[in-house]
């Protein structure tokens, strides 16, 4: 078996990850180390990512305390040879420390497109382990050492001893299920357009909201490229939701995401837009298929003039980028006219249709009553003239020119 290679821009998205992260392959009965990500060499204490990448794949338990060197390996090559989960606690030095910091490790096999099983580990700092003399131990240290013999010490100590606040494991695993939630939905979501599919409807596209603890917790580009080929769904039938404040946390980072989703085929939708403080940056560095514009302006809709001026303005800026728009909250015929006539090219609210059971659409369907939607054969003509302004005096201004 050969070692795989993540391609260029994979390999250097997930490197830059401030998450501690490893992804490990095993060949010939021999665990191979793929990537390491920036947050493990700061855990770790690696000023070289070279160094650790040596490390790790010529003497990978030689910093491990001797009491838990023969635990750690054995539970990587359980892990490696009979699949399932892997958890364990453990005490390493690092090249900058003395001392023995204590690590949480928790980890999942996860299959390439081509058919590869990769071991992702991701690693959490649980604090330092002393080794004071047996006479001058304290309640603190003498605990933490009858715990950190057992398997699964941290699921019983999420609380920290001094000060009674969730310790980082805690916050760790609260981002892992979170992920592991958002992915549930994206599951869901694709049942449901299948079931769409098979009952005859127009398979419209659906949206996903991703956080924060989404791209950092997780490779979540190619999670979701794995699982909507899976559900043999045409990339483009689903869009890819992210908020101004996701984006801000870590602009490259998360400029690169969305590039490779893009690449991929997937639509790209900065949500929420308006609601933030440098959005023009963003969209300056940034390209995004469509805007959704913050229900708040539809809010201000009848008491601010100013409101409906920036929204127009807004649009305008939008179609000349070439980018589509929707606007969140409409509730009213005249919010609805007015969006049309500033050209936003969709529109979202309880003045069309109030959330229902997907059972429910269904029974429209076969009652032959209006769910909703455009006729998709003529959606790309209504969308192209959906983008005229009427409010864009220029328009009027060429015409008298020519």
């Not at 009979?82 to 001392?99: A, I, P």
């Not at 992702?120 to 603190?140: C, F, M, R």
């Not at 933030?276 to 963003?282: A, K, M, N, P, R």
């Amino acid at each position: 078996m050969e070692k795989y290679q993540f391609d260029s821009a994979t390999k250097a998205a997930l490197e830059k990850l401030r998450v501690p992260l490893a992804v490990y392959q095993f060949i010939d009965k021999r665990v191979v180390t793929i990537l390491l990500s920036d947050g493990f060499c700061e855990l770790f204490g690696f000023d070289n990512k070279d160094d650790a990448y040596y490390v790790m794949d010529h003497d990978m338990y030689r910093a491990t305390h001797p009491e838990d060197r023969a635990r750690a390996a054995d539970a990587a090559y359980r892990f490696a040879i009979e699949g399932g989960n892997y958890e364990v606690v453990y005490r390493t030095l690092t090249h900058k420390r003395t001392d023995y910091m204590i690590v949480h490790a928790i980890g999942e096999h996860i299959r390439t497109e081509d058919g590869v099983t990769l071991a992702y580990i991701w690693y959490a700092y649980e604090g330092t382990y002393t080794t004071e003399n047996e006479d001058n131990k304290t309640s603190l240290s003498a605990a933490m050492e009858r715990t950190v013999r057992e398997e699964n010490m941290i699921k019983g100590n999420y609380f920290d001893y001094l000060t009674g606040l969730p310790n980082m494991s805690y916050f760790f695993e609260l981002a892992h299920e979170w992920r592991k939630l958002d992915l549930f939905v994206t599951e869901q979501v694709l049942e449901k357009m299948k079931k769409q599919g098979e009952a005859g409807l127009y398979v419209v596209s659906e949206s996903v909201n991703l956080s924060r603890a989404d791209f950092t917790s997780c490779d979540i580009v190619e999670e979701i490229r794995r699982r909507v080929d899976a559900a043999g769904l045409s990339r483009d039938k689903i869009n890819i939701e992210v908020t101004e404040s996701v984006i801000g946390s870590d602009f490259e980072f998360m400029k690169s995401q969305i590039e490779r989703f893009r690449s991929l085929g997937f639509r790209v939708w900065m949500d929420d837009f308006g609601s933030g403080y440098s959005t023009l940056d963003v969209l300056q560095s940034i390209r995004f298929d469509l805007i959704k514009f913050d229900m708040r302006f539809m809010k201000e809709f009848n008491t601010s003039e100013k409101s409906r001026i920036m929204l127009t303005e807004l649009i305008r800026m939008a179609i000349s980028l070439g980018v589509d728009t929707v606007c969140e909250g409409v509730e009213t015929k005249e919010q609805a006219d007015f969006l049309r006539e500033i050209g936003c090219t969709m529109m979202q609210g309880y003045y069309f249709c109030r959330p229902i059971p997907f059972e429910k659409i269904l029974e429209r369907y076969q009652k032959v009553i209006q769910i909703g939607f455009e006729n998709p054969e003529e959606s790309g003509y209504y969308a192209a003239v959906g983008k005229i302004n009427l409010y864009d005096l220029a328009i009027l201004s060429n015409e008298d020119q020519e």
